[in-house]
């Protein structure tokens, strides 16, 4: 990968997709979430980014349920299914993922590209009922060196701690790519912006980074979600969103991942160089 301070690397257009998986209808989603992607990369995207448990679907029944629904990670049919699917276009993809690693569930995500597997990152901030089927992740906050850039990777409960964020931008990521399945925060006003949109604009800003959230739509087993999908840059703009809160939808950006290495904000500040780390604690 060319680095921040090397020959500037051309743009590259960016799609978050919004759609609403099927509680353990693999094969259905699979295919919606195929048909997605081909349309966004016959647009010109290079990343694209599913939600949360986008095979899966999210609010399960049973242990038995999830056990049955969870494959292990690259081996998995899923898996290898998007990585041929980015192989065969010549893209990044980003989606969720019910991973099984030996007897224990994660919440997890997979980056997959033209060369196959690239990575994994497993949910490290567990939201409500995601306790009783996942483990709690411990990948830490990897970032994935690929041909379009630096890429780091979170799952929406992990949005609302700064700390994710700083992480990912001191190990150098230049967009963060985030599936989800925001739902309704309690006490949240009758047709108020989802939360999310916030955290994650400041976010953008705090640590000079691109980011990406694929949100899911509809309603499944009684619980909504939000959808307003979005991309934003790294001084917290949003490029493109937010989506609807109820329908499918491919929200694209073309993004120049060189800017986010830019962490300059005047003659006299510096994102990372400012930070008073001796008075943190």
């Known amino acids: 990968m060319i680095q921040a301070n090397g020959p500037a690397r051309p743009p590259i257009r960016v799609s978050c997709i919004q759609f609403a998986p099927e509680i ?7 295919a919606e979430a195929s048909r997605l992607v081909r349309a966004a ?8 980014v599913l939600p949360e448990l986008a095979s899966t679907g999210y609010v399960f029944a049973s242990q ?9 990670v690259p081996d998995g049919p899923t898996t290898r299914a998007w990585a041929a699917l980015a192989r065969e276009l010549g893209i990044h993809i980003v989606a969720g993922i019910a991973e099984r690693g030996g007897d224990v569930l994660y919440n997890a995500a997979v980056i997959v590209g033209p060369e196959g597997y690239i990575g994994t990152y497993r949910k490290a901030h567990l939201w409500d009922q995601e306790n009783v089927y996942f483990a709690k992740g411990d990948l830490g906050f990897p970032v994935f060196d690929t041909a379009v850039g630096r890429v780091g990777v979170a799952i929406c409960y992990d949005g609302w701690f700064p700390e994710t964020f700083r992480q990912l931008a001191l190990g150098g990521a230049e967009i963060v790519c985030i599936p989800t399945n925001w739902v309704p925060m309690p006490d949240q006003p009758e047709g108020e912006a989802a939360m999310a949109n916030t955290l994650h604009r400041a976010a953008a800003h705090s640590n000079g980074l691109f980011i990406a959230c694929a949100d899911r739509v509809g309603t499944e087993r009684g619980q909504p979600f939000e959808g307003q999908s ?12 937010p989506a609807s809160r109820d329908r499918t939808e491919t929200l694209s950006a073309l993004v120049d991942l060189d800017e ?5 904000l005047n003659a006299f500040n510096s994102l990372l160089r400012d930070r008073r780390t001796d008075i943190y604690g």
């Open 24 to 30: 353990g209808a693999v094969d259905a989603n699979m």
């Open 41 to 48: 990369a016959a647009e010109g995207s290079g990343l694209i």
């Open 64 to 72: 038995e349920e999830a056990n049955s629904l969870a494959e292990p």
């Open 230 to 241: 979005l991309i934003i840059g790294p001084k917290g703009w949003p490029l493109a969103g």
């Open 260 to 264: 986010a290495g830019r962490k300059d």
